[in-house]
């Protein structure tokens, strides 16, 4: 009996809880990209900044490269939700192991918040944020959608 | 509600790995080599947990969480008595040279996994029964994440690592 992981390429929208997860989570990452850029004027391009003027919404801490970063996360998840769901699901798996092991390295980083190391300017509300993006993130992308892989394995 | 269970099972263990992980960083050496290895292994399960069809060895499982647990409380109420004739000990809030906060999160997490765990073992060991609908699962999802984030970030900013991060933030 060989069975697939692979989720069926044909699950529409609303039926595929990583497809779902991947818009919202790549919308909202998008535009926090965008909105990130009012609060980096004369902030360095990359590197830690003073944690005092480029924090956005007085919290979250950002320079020109990570809201890049925030951009392209965006606009991976958001093709990749609208496309079909084994891309999401690898993107959302991919995207929350990127998070999580940000997470766990931003709090050793944490303690050298000026360090060159901090070039994305990440604060400890970041990491949080980071966190509960991958444990989302990872949860849908690792357990959801195997309707596929109940057909493949009950087929053969 | 069985792949839910498995779900919000692998979201406390990785929640509680990342605390261990976190309390170790800051730990003195005798307790940061079992605060690491425990804090990996638990990353390591909550993903498989989380990836696997059924939760994977579910009475080891049972059993390291319990006695996770037990160690915790056995620390705290131990520590109770010592820290009314050691001042400074209390004055740290510390458990045995970890911080009690993080700790006591870390425990809450694997109580509630280890009584996860033991439904799991009352209904047997693969729980992958009928999926549940896509709203329903995303929403026990949310609110699993939502918990275990809550928690874990509220540990995490009370080690050791997390309060210099704090600091950071002032300048």
């Known amino acids: 009996m060989s069975t697939t992981a692979t989720p069926a390429r044909g699950t529409r929208f609303g039926a595929s809880p990583n497809r779902i997860v991947a818009t919202v989570f790549g919308v909202v990452y998008l535009l926090v990209g965008l909105i990130g850029f009012f609060w980096t004027s004369g902030v360095p391009f990359a590197g830690p900044g003073d944690g005092s003027s480029n924090l956005i919404l007085g919290v979250f801490e950002v320079n020109p490269l990570h809201n890049v970063a925030h951009l392209l996360i965006g606009i991976a998840l958001v093709i990749a939700g609208t496309a079909n769901a084994p891309a999401a699901k690898s993107t959302n798996t991919t995207i929350g192991a990127v998070y999580l092991l940000l997470g766990i390295l931003g709090f050793f980083l944490a303690a050298n918040h000026g360090s060159a190391l901090n070039f994305l300017s990440l604060n400890t509300p970041d990491h949080f944020l980071h966190l509960a993006s991958a444990v989302v993130l990872l949860a849908v992308g690792l357990g959801a959608d195997r309707r596929a892989e109940t057909r493949v394995a009950a087929a053969v | ?171």
């Open chain 2, 1 to 171: 509600m069985a792949t839910l269970i498995r779900t919000w099972l692998g979201l406390g263990a990785l929640g509680a790995g990342l605390v261990h992980v976190a309390v170790a960083a800051g730990a003195p050496l005798a307790a940061l080599v079992p605060l690491a290895v425990l804090g990996a292994a638990e990353v390591v399960w909550g993903v498989a947990a989380l990836a696997g069809r059924h939760v994977p060895l579910p009475r080891i499982a049972l059993g390291v969480a319990a006695v996770a647990v037990l160690a915790v409380v056995a620390v705290l109420v131990l520590g109770a008595g010592a820290m009314a004739h050691m001042p400074a000990m209390a004055a740290s809030g510390t458990l045995d040279g970890a911080p009690a906060v993080p700790m006591l999160g870390a425990a809450v997490l694997e109580l509630a996994c280890a009584a996860a765990l033991a439904v799991v073992l009352r209904r047997g060991r693969r729980i992958e029964g009928r999926q549940p609908g896509v709203w329903p699962y995303l929403g026990g999802v949310a609110a699993g994440a939502a918990v275990v984030a809550g928690i874990t970030s509220a540990s995490l900013g009370a080690t050791s690592v997390g309060a210099i991060a704090m600091q950071g933030m002032g300048h």
